[in-house]
């Protein structure tokens, strides 16, 4: 192997691994993309690494400059990794009920971190973030869910790669946030190859996000509507916390340390098999365990973990 | 009857229930059923087009319909059926 100039190299370019022994049926095999082993821990790496890129190709970051993101965790970590390397300052909005290991990682590379409630989720941390963007203009808000270099470094980087590695694919299986990997992944997928069929995993969040005050609160990704997410979407199905832990717990018996929203990908690609009699399916695996050791996911009693997953965004 | 799971801002419509049980074969009669009952509900969740509102999203069992059949997925009396507003998710 080279040595790396930047440890921005080593993102992307992830291996798959075959995790089949936890198929319910013999000629289905499942393969987890291990995006845990970015740098920065996360797929988000990906698109922190392309949103800013390509901003300072459109000449949109002068040296220096600042820039705010709301996230769960993941985005911001990456663009924190990503920023510090580059010499930007990065603020993150991030709801109040993030693990703590995320956090740190956050305060590791020097983000700024601005808490949004807990009790509203991503969707406060958007809003939150919206307006802080518009009280300061000096600031830029490179916005990952409505922002085409998200979905960009999908299509040209973790879609690309599945194919080069499993040109047999013929499910793909995600997690539901900004839905950049779907659009980009699934839509480079389904041109290489019309018959795969893409799935959406997603946690029970609606039920609990406060501060909607109507329907028309509502939030769906810009980049979700502008690039026809409905019309590539073949199948979206939801996992709670529950079967996130437990299908966690399985793959880490095949010592793969994954995060709980594999667990959940990972719960789809089991539902998903069941419902074919033969094929290959891929779930993306967005994040290693090691976020998430301070939730007992992997050590504490089955009931009482998943009780607090109920509490934290996981996913 | 199928029970349907009511997101919190539709609950205040249905006396604070969290569940509800309406008749119906398809999601659509289910809606249609849940929005006589309920008249509150009425035009929140289905579009005078026909059409599911933008921003509510409704699972039989786990499955979004808008990748069944929509409004014409089929709804057996065991089903469970769950309205959720569409917020920004995790994993971002």
């Known amino acids: 192997m080279p040595v790396l100039r930047s440890i921005l190299d ?4 992830t291996p798959l691994v075959d995790v089949s022994a936890l198929s319910p049926k013999p000629a289905v095999r499942i393969l987890a993309k291990l995006e845990g082993q970015n740098p920065g821990g996360s797929v988000k790496d990906r698109i922190a690494l392309s949103m800013i890129e390509d901003a300072e190709e459109k000449g949109l970051l002068a040296p220096g400059a600042t820039l705010i993101e709301p996230s769960s965790g993941n985005t911001g970590i990456g663009m924190a990794l990503v920023c510090r390397i580059k010499g930007y300052k990065l603020k993150v909005v991030l709801p109040g009920n993030v693990s703590i290991e995320r956090r740190q990682l956050l305060e590791l590379w020097r983000a700024e971190v ?7 989720g991503s969707n406060g941390a958007v809003r939150l973030a919206q307006r802080l963007s518009s009280e ?18 999908h299509y040209v980087g973790t879609g690309p790669e599945i194919w080069r590695d499993c040109p047999e694919i013929t499910h793909l299986v995600v997690g539901l946030g900004t839905s950049g990997t779907l659009l980009g992944a699934g839509r480079f997928l389904k041109e290489a190859s019309p018959q795969v069929r893409l799935w959406a995993v997603e946690p029970p969040t609606g039920e609990t996000v406060e501060g909607l005050r109507n329907l028309d609160d509502g939030y769906i990704p810009p980049i979700f509507l502008e690039q026809g997410g409905a019309d590539l979407l073949d199948r979206r199905t939801i996992v709670g916390p529950g079967d996130s832990i437990e299908w966690t717990r399985r793959l880490a018996d095949l010592g793969v340390f994954a995060g709980i929203s594999s667990g959940a990908a990972l719960a789809g690609a089991v539902k998903c098999a069941n419902t074919i009699e033969q094929g290959t399916i891929v779930f993306i695996s967005s994040d290693g365990g090691w976020k998430y050791l301070s939730t007992g996911a992997w050590t504490d009693e089955l009931d009482a973990v998943v009780e607090r997953a109920r509490g934290i965004i996981y996913f | 009857m199928p029970e349907v799971n009511l997101p919190t801002l539709l609950r205040q419509h249905a006396g604070g229930q ?9 999601i659509g009669e289910v809606l249609e059923a849940l929005q006589s009952e309920y008249p509150g509900m009425a035009g929140q969740l289905v579009t005078p087009d026909g059409e599911l509102h933008k921003f509510v999203n409704v699972y039989l069992n786990d499955d979004d319909v808008r990748y069944l059949e929509k409004l014409d997925t089929t709804v057996l009396d065991r089903d469970m059926v769950s309205i959720l507003p569409a917020v920004a998710g995790g994993g971002a």
Do not use: K, M
Not at chain 1, 136 to 153: S, V
């Open chain 1, 114 to 120: 601005i808490d949004s409630p807990a009790n509203e």
């Open chain 2, 18 to 26: 969290r569940s509800v049980s309406v008749e119906g074969a398809t």
């Open chain 1, 136 to 153: 300061h203009p000096e600031w830029t808000f490179l916005y990952q869910y409505g922002n085409p270099a998200n979905p960009r470094a």
């Open chain 1, 10 to 13: 080593l993102i992307g370019n």
